[in-house]
């Protein structure tokens, strides 16, 4: 491959192209105009964030140092403050609540926020930066030079063709350019989950009452055993006037039984722990979206000469029951992925020894840290045993040791553990294995 010295900046429309204007894709044009480059942000939708589905909760601290002081613009709806894990069954439910007032002031922790409005705000810093947002326009194809390396993209504009020396694939899950180019194997539904979600209003008041909360402070629900016989979890989030209310579903799973998604999610909203907070809601919303569950097993390669993945499109998700993260990954990948692309550019050498950085940057961050650290959490997460043993399991120890019996003497714990585990056909080994597993992944 020439270098990008061997091509005459004035013959590009660009010198990079970026491809989505989601989280990862504004970071990117962020860093890379600030540094002085001519950055096109390409967005297929009428405007950022169109047609993004978000449950959501948002880490946004990576922001830190792209953009200090972010909380006081950034547009979100309530800082999460409480943070529950339920385990539930049919019939019951066990939650482990906690809560951090100081989550509820600078510099924060998570939020919630619509992705529209977010994500908006993020490609309008990109725009005051220098980068040219495009929106309405699908990138259809790569182009690439006469050694074969990327160089451009086709759209679907008439002459809607661009030239760059580089160009950053943003464009979501199960990336079309990242395939193109040959960075994707095989699509493999056991990597994926489908992310289902209603958006339900009801009034600030009531929200506030159901949830035990005030003001901008907010509760993220995250639920395991509420998906009947399909692998995954829900989730509850609260918005200032809406809540969100939701489950990722195991493709494999989905497809293999007769029930749809919002028939599974209306199941949930019946659930006695459930019900009581969603009574009288409106449904405003209804939206799906494909999620890359499978953590550091299904990465893509990240790089090809001209070209680098980010968000989505380089499967950076990480559901790991603890932590379900996806837009702090994003933000963090656009950014080095710019980084990277502005020491390429200055080297003369887009090739992929000349974007080696992006990997580096990764690699010493929390990004694939992270990722490295929790490769084996998403099938331990998503394995039968949590899904449909564990539950059964967990509820009933909690129901018998808060039971009262009399005149028969209570039991103890270790033999109604003990009495428990053989009455739901969980093995010795087993536990022991998974209790292996969870150590090495979250210890």
């Not at 999620?291 to 790089?303: K, V």
């Not at 020894?353 to 490295?372: M, N, P």
């Not at 808060?402 to 087993?430: H, L, M, S, T, Y």
Request: hydrophobic residues 45%; aromatic residues 6%; neutral net charge.
């Amino acid at each position: 491959m020439r270098d990008a010295g061997a091509l005459d900046p004035a013959t590009l429309d660009a010198d990079v192209i970026v491809v989505g204007a989601g989280p990862a894709g504004s970071c990117a044009a962020i860093v890379l105009a600030r540094a002085g480059k001519r950055v096109v942000l390409i967005e297929r939708g009428p405007f950022p964030g169109s047609k993004n589905m978000y449950g959501g909760v948002v880490y946004p601290r990576i922001l830190d140092q792209l953009i200090p002081n972010w909380w006081l613009e950034a547009p979100v709806q309530r800082w999460v403050t409480r943070r529950s894990t339920m385990i539930m069954t049919d019939d019951k439910a066990l939650t482990v609540d906690f809560r951090c007032e100081a989550w509820g002031k600078p510099p924060h922790n998570g939020a919630t926020a619509f992705r529209p409005d977010f994500d908006a705000w993020l490609a309008d810093k990109a725009v005051v930066a220098g980068a040219r947002l495009i929106c309405s326009t699908t990138v259809t194809g790569l182009l690439h030079n006469e050694a074969g390396a990327v160089s451009g993209v086709t759209t679907d504009r008439p002459d809607g063709d661009l030239t760059a020396a580089v160009v950053i694939a943003c464009d979501g899950v199960n990336s079309f350019l990242a395939k193109q180019e040959g960075l994707y194997g095989e699509f493999d539904a056991a990597n994926y989950t489908l992310g289902v979600k209603e958006t339900l209003a009801l009034p600030k008041e009531t929200i506030d009452e159901r949830f035990g909360v005030r003001g901008t402070d907010g509760v993220d629900i995250e639920i395991v055993g509420c998906t009947g016989g399909v692998n995954g979890g829900g989730f509850i989030y609260t918005n200032l006037d809406t809540i969100a209310v939701g489950l990722v579903l195991k493709l494999p799973k989905l497809a293999a039984q007769k029930q749809r998604p919002e028939e599974l999610i209306a199941t949930m909203k019946r659930h006695p722990a459930i019900a009581p907070l969603v009574e009288g809601a409106e449904l405003k919303e209804y939206s799906a979206h494909l999620i890359p569950e499978a953590g550091i097993s299904m990465l893509p390669t990240l790089s090809g000469n001209g070209m680098l993945l980010a968000g989505d499109a380089a499967a950076l998700c990480l559901a790991a029951g603890i932590w379900l993260e996806g837009v702090n990954f994003a933000m963090a990948s656009g950014m080095y992925a710019g980084e990277a692309v502005v020491e390429a550019l200055r080297a003369q050498d887009v090739t992929v020894s000349g974007l080696a950085g992006y990997q580096r940057r990764l690699e010493a961050t929390f990004v694939l840290k992270d990722h490295r650290k929790l490769k084996r959490a998403p099938e331990l997460v998503l394995s039968d045993r949590v899904q449909h043993l564990y539950p059964e399991f967990v509820t009933s120890v909690a129901e018998r040791m808060f039971r009262v019996d009399n005149p028969a003497p209570k039991p103890g714990v270790r033999r109604i553990i003990a009495q428990e585990r053989k009455r739901v056909g969980i093995r010795r080994r087993d536990l022991a294995a998974d209790g292996v597993a969870g150590l090495r992944s979250f210890g």
